[in-house]
């Protein structure tokens, strides 16, 4: 079995409604707003784009700050903090060591990947920074290529550049319509809640 792994949410922590609080703070006094004003930062076409790799950190600040009326020089230090704020989830990650032992023991696992929608500044901090993403086999990064989840384009050249089998294959996101793609193109999938949840999932799916 082959294990596909997203990052934001699942083995790195993602929390967008407290990210723009922290610095928005006159504009997030509840947490109707806070949610509201991450899903205009993070949720717009823009964002979307920089993901892709088809804009650049300096436009996305531009055009963010100009839409939302927001303090250029925050929304700069903002956009340049996340991938400091990206910090491993420390139970998702034991689940990886385990299934990276499983692996060398040759135990019902051919190989792990990642694809996860990443800009290309944070995916390469995130390289850099974190030795443990060594025991992925490969995997892509959205702002490599040009194309994101749930595009079928990202995951058909998941599976084309590493040989996956889509009936051997198991995608694990934290988006329900993320796997709901992976799912379409014949592969298995676990809607992300928990590291207990996902144990549970990947015995029940996959014997693991």
């Given amino acids: 079995m082959n294990i596909v792994f997203d990052f934001g949410a699942v083995l790195f922590t993602w929390k967008p409604a407290a990210i723009v609080a922290e610095v928005f703070p006159e504009r997030t006094a ?6 509201q004003l991450a899903h205009g930062f993070f949720g717009h076409q823009d964002w979307h784009n920089f993901d892709r790799g088809l ?8 055009r963010t700050a100009t839409r939302l009326k927001l303090e250029p020089r925050r929304v700069q230090a903002l956009v340049h903090s996340i991938a400091e704020r990206l910090q491993p989830m420390e139970d998702t990650v034991k689940v990886l060591n385990r299934l990276w032992q499983q692996r060398a023991q040759g135990e019902g696992i051919s190989g792990l990947y990642f694809l996860s929608n990443m800009p290309v500044p944070y995916a390469r901090a995130l390289e850099h920074k974190h030795r ?5 086999d490969g995997g892509i990064f959205s702002g490599d290529v040009l194309c994101s989840k749930p595009d079928p384009g990202i995951y058909s050249l998941l599976q084309s550049r590493y040989s996956l089998v889509p009936g051997r294959t198991v995608f694990i996101d934290d988006l329900r319509s ?7 193109l ?3 999938g676990i809607h992300f809640h928990s590291a207990n949840q996902l144990v549970d999932e990947l015995q029940l799916q996959c014997g693991l």
């Fill in 30 to 35: 509840t947490e109707a707003a806070a949610k």
């Fill in 55 to 62: 804009m650049s950190a300096e436009a996305v600040i531009e």
């Fill in 132 to 136: 443990f993403l060594a025991q992925f």
């Fill in 178 to 184: 993320n796997v709901d793609a992976a799912r379409a």
């Fill in 186 to 188: 014949g592969w298995k």
